[in-house]
């Protein structure tokens, strides 16, 4: 089982760049069923798309792959044509937050946004304008969601990533990829693994996914990556004290972090006092999740709280 993209999800890219192209042709390499893109400057074309299949996604598929990827002028026209489902948006800043509305006006149910850099201020007219809508949004400014063996939607190296049976959720790139490697190394393997990103306006947040993989029958336990900056991880410990029925483990970053300073994400920073580090490890504690005290040991962490 997974959350949110399985083998028979459709994907369509927004904005076909260079970063587009790139990581469009790794997610085809995965086995992902890419169906369209949107561009405004190249609709009515095509874009083909060819090289050696990454084994480590779908078993048994051919060695080489040859994909011929229709190019629309919208969202709306690629949905009618390809029955595409779910969205990753590469759209540059300034039109990032108009690409995630036109998805969601066009009924796609996922929109995964890749894009760091877009301002606050749009994303909090965007996160008002889904409010009333089914469209779920992943990011921006996230790795993206991947379904080992399944579906890749972002710029996660796949090779890492192998079936089995954690749920991984984080707020930063590239400790969700230390997580996963951890975990396909003790023979854990992962469910699904989701970026959230670390923007302070976001989508999907920590209790969304939490929900998820607790209502997933095949996810045992879950790794939850969190840092500094905000209240996230202190409203996740709250669901996970009342809700959560499976065993967590967690790793905040950022405990060496000066107040005043931002670390890396825009929402990694610590103002007023709120959002150490200490006060989200505490929080976690409390709630019975097992924290691990650095990075390296997330997956002993994983496995303590599992009961090995």
Same mark, same amino acid.
């Given at each position: 089982m997974s959350v949110l993209i399985d083998?028979?999800?459709?994907?369509?890219v927004q904005g076909l760049g260079r970063t587009g192209t790139f990581h469009t042709d790794k997610a085809i390499a995965y086995g992902t069923q890419m169906v369209a893109a949107v561009h405004p400057t190249k609709k009515d074309t095509t874009?083909?798309?060819?090289?050696?299949?990454?084994?480590s996604g779908v078993p048994?598929?051919?060695d080489t792959y040859e994909v011929e990827l229709p190019i629309f002028g919208s969202v709306a026209d690629a949905v009618a044509a390809t029955g595409a489902d779910a969205s990753v948006v590469y759209v540059p800043p300034p039109f990032a937050a108009d690409a995630i509305m036109e998805a969601a006006d066009a009924g796609i149910e996922l929109v995964v946004c890749i894009?760091?850099?877009?301002?606050?201020?749009?994303?909090?007219?965007?996160?008002?304008?889904?409010?009333?809508?089914?469209?779920?949004l992943v990011g921006p400014n996230c790795p993206g969601v991947i379904t080992?063996?399944?579906?890749?939607?972002? #710029?996660?190296? %796949?090779?890492?990533?192998?079936? +089995?049976?954690? =749920?991984?959720?984080s707020r930063s790139g590239t400790l969700t990829y230390e997580a996963?490697?951890?975990?396909?190394? #003790?023979?854990? %393997?992962?469910?699904?693994?989701? +970026?959230?990103? =670390?923007?302070?306006?976001?989508?999907t947040n920590f209790v969304d996914a939490l929900r998820l993989f607790n209502d997933d029958p095949e996810t045992e336990g879950v790794i939850m990556i969190g840092e500094i900056g905000g209240t996230a991880e202190e409203e996740a410990a709250a669901c996970i004290a009342e809700h959560m029925t499976k065993p967590v483990a967690g790793f905040i970053?950022?405990?060496?972090?000066?107040?005043g300073k931002r670390m890396g994400h825009a929402g990694a920073i610590i103002s007023g006092g709120k959002g150490t580090a200490e006060a989200k490890i505490a929080a976690l504690r409390e709630a019975g999740v097992v924290v691990a005290p650095t990075p390296t040991d997330m997956g002993t962490a994983m496995m303590e709280a599992l009961g090995g």
């Open positions: 083998k028979d999800t459709r994907v369509l874009e083909v798309f060819t090289g050696e299949t990454d084994h048994g598929r051919d894009t760091e850099g877009i301002p606050v201020a749009d994303m909090v007219v965007v996160k008002r304008y889904l409010q009333d809508r089914p469209t779920r080992p063996a399944q579906c890749k939607i972002g #710029i996660m190296p %796949g090779y890492i990533h192998t079936p +089995g049976r954690i =749920g991984v959720v996963v490697h951890q975990l396909t190394q #003790i023979g854990l %393997g992962q469910t699904t693994a989701i +970026g959230i990103g =670390g923007d302070p306006v976001n989508g970053a950022g405990t060496t972090a000066p107040p």
